[in-house]
């Protein structure tokens, strides 16, 4: 302002106009000003080296103001979008636009900042606008456009919510009973303290788990490889994921995993929590192929989860640690209390079982619990696994799993309708697998002590048909209709 003034003092020609701008409008004046010096000639300004030049303020900089937020689209739906949010995102004088989209347009264009078009396939775009100034200024604004697949809907949620939490819906007393009662899987609950399952907490997982819009193509939800009729696994030897690869391994039933007394997840354990395993999949770039920004992305543009979030925790916000809780409470809704096995319990926590099981099923039971040490390994109630084992299913470890050659197993809870066995799926029917702990168990250096026998030798059963058969028929008094059925373990969506 001082050298303006100077300048007026000089110039009288243009004093009078030039006198009327103020401190604050001076940059709406920007143009007149240039003029005015300008027409104040060279000279003085030359000659008077105390004088700082004034730069030629010709342009406001291009700058953010009010970035634009996730944008939500649908396939094969018409998308048209003004990312200029009518000149409001940016500040600036002459502000041009240009807009680039990656990974891929998916059928969309951009003129002016304008951008419509007609998604092609379900995936996140990044567009990124950018806007530049008279001056060639360029600032950016990158913001996600979810393009959702055209059959998604809403969950169907009961108006009194189902029954999950302990209060709501108690374990039976074979369940719950402390020790020194043998069989009740109580003390070896995973569940930590600050995620006890509440009924909100796993209706919200029950939605998340059947959701496919957590991975990225909307084609696979965890449920794709998870199937409640399969006792929450599938029947293929390795599972597909979201664009047709393969996993690893085979899908883990999920039955009773809230009993797995390590706490640990995967059938090599590489999972420390339940919390921690559910986000695994999502991240996953075979299974479902989200990071977790995306995750969060699309569930918070999604209309009906800010308020499953509320009912679960208490505000609408979206994290993923909160998708973790949700997801491990519903994985850990999945016990199963109503088999055969279960019905031989009175409600005082006794049982009967020769009151209960066929003849063949209570020979199957004593070989299972005596002579072939099954429930060493495949303990409690809950007919979990107690620890990680090298089984000896190869005379030389192909996988180290856990290390070793070790894995963990799943419940043998609902094991009759799993289509297949072991981490690598390798056999079709309950029959393979007694007949391989009868006779195929194989010496590697690591094969746990539990399946050995004399001399060390990899055991060997010998085990007579009527004892195999009654393996297999015991096994299948595990089997639990009612969870295999329930609706509130079933998919909330109509498709
Ligand atoms: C594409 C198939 C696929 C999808 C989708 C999938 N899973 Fe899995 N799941 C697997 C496979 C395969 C394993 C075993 C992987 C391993 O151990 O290496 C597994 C293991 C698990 C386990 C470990 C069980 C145990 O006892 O250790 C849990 C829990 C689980 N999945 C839950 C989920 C949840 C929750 C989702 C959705 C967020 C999900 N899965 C999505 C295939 C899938
Ligand atoms: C030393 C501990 C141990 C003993 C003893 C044992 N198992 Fe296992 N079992 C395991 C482990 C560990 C697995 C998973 C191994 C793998 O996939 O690599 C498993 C897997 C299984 C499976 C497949 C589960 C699935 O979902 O794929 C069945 C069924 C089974 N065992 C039944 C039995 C029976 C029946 C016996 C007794 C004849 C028995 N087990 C003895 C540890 C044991």
Known sequence: MQHLTKCHAHCNPRRRSVSRLTRTNVAAFSGLLALTLSACGTADSVDDPGTPTIAAPTVEPASLRTPNSAQEAMVGGTFNYDATKGGTVFGGTGLTYGVAFTPSANGLSAVNGRISGTPLAAGITTATIVATDASGTSVTNAFPIVAFAADLTAPILPSASFAYS?????LPRHFTQAPPNVGS?????????????????ATLGRVLFYD???SINDRVS???????????????????GF???????????????????????????????LEAQVLQPIQDAVEMGLTLDQLRTKLSITAFYPALFTAAFGTPEITTDRVGLALAQFVRSLTSVNSKFDRAFAPSGIPDFPGTFTAQELIGQNVFNGRAGCARCHGTNAHISDDIHNTGLDATVTEVGAGAGRFKAPSLRNVEVRGRYMHDGRFTSLEQVVEFYNAGVQNNGNLDNRLRGQGNAPLRLNLSPAEKDGLVAFLKTLTDNTFLTAQRLSSPFSR
């Open 222 to 240: 965890c449920s794709s490889c998870h199937q409640q009729q399969f006792a929450f696994t599938d029947t293929a030897r390795l599972s597909k």
């Open 185 to 201: 899987p109580q003390q070896a609950d995973n569940t930590p303290a600050l995620n006890a399952i509440t009924d909100a907490g």
């Open 212 to 214: 496919r819009r957590l």
């Open 166 to 170: 302990d209060v709501r819906l108690p």
């Open 243 to 273: 664009a047709g690869g393969l996993t690893g391994r085979q899908s883990m039933g999920l039955t009773n995993a809230r009993f797995y007394t390590r706490g640990r997840f995967f059938w090599d354990e590489r999972a420390a929590t």
